[in-house]
């Protein structure tokens, strides 16, 4: 029999496992002429366990695998073994504010992402993002696009993606995009009814 006391030491010694996760996870913004890609960086093989904790954090996280694809204006989400499409047409307002990340010049804008949860409640999210338009790309971690530069920096609820290095090629690198199914909003929204 388990008692109060265990039941919340078993929760905050997950809780501790799901955030330590997060944090030493890396992230990957690759971009070109044709569009972007945004995962998480492959690392060596883990066990079961160590995986199912590692999508929990990504799921509590919001984060997920995006594709944008420029020819098409198409922005997906990876979800498993799915595409999702997805709004790209985000009303940031730009600020005046602004800040120096890895020695570029960056400005903040902010959104508000409105959505409705696998409940059918309405929810929102507020959205601030650092931006330099030092580098001519409007892509941005997590899909989020759509400013004057390349966002180095993006915060919302109480995650925070800040950029640790930034690469450019001489050739136009190539970006895998994912030949998953496509599905619709309500198709995903029955999906993880499911779950």
């Not at 890396?26 to 066990?47: P, R």
Request: proline share 2%; net charge neutral; aromatic share 12%.
């Amino acid at each position: 029999m388990l008692t109060k006391n265990s039941d919340n030491e078993k929760i905050n010694a997950l809780t501790d496992k799901i955030n330590s996760s997060f944090n030493d996870k890396k992230f990957i913004l690759q971009a070109n002429s044709k569009g972007f890609v945004f995962n998480e960086e492959k690392t060596i093989q883990k066990d079961e366990k160590q995986e199912k904790i590692e999508k929990l954090a990504n799921a509590i996280y919001l984060i997920n695998s995006y594709y944008f694809s420029k020819v098409n204006n198409e922005l997906f989400r990876t979800i498993d073994d799915v595409n999702l499409k997805v709004d790209n047409d985000f009303n940031w307002i730009l600020l005046d504010d602004s800040k120096t990340i890895d020695n570029y010049v960056c400005y903040k804008a902010m959104c508000t992402i409105n959505f409705t949860t696998r409940h059918g409640n309405a929810g929102s999210r507020e959205i601030t993002a650092w931006y330099t338009p030092q580098i001519n790309f409007n892509y941005g971690p997590n899909g989020y696009m759509g400013l004057p530069g390349l966002i180095l920096e993006l915060e919302y609820n109480k995650t925070k993606l800040v950029a640790k290095k930034i690469e450019f090629f001489k050739e136009e690198i190539k970006i895998y995009i994912p030949n998953n199914k496509v599905i619709t909003q309500d198709e995903f929204v029955e999906k993880t009814k499911m779950n």
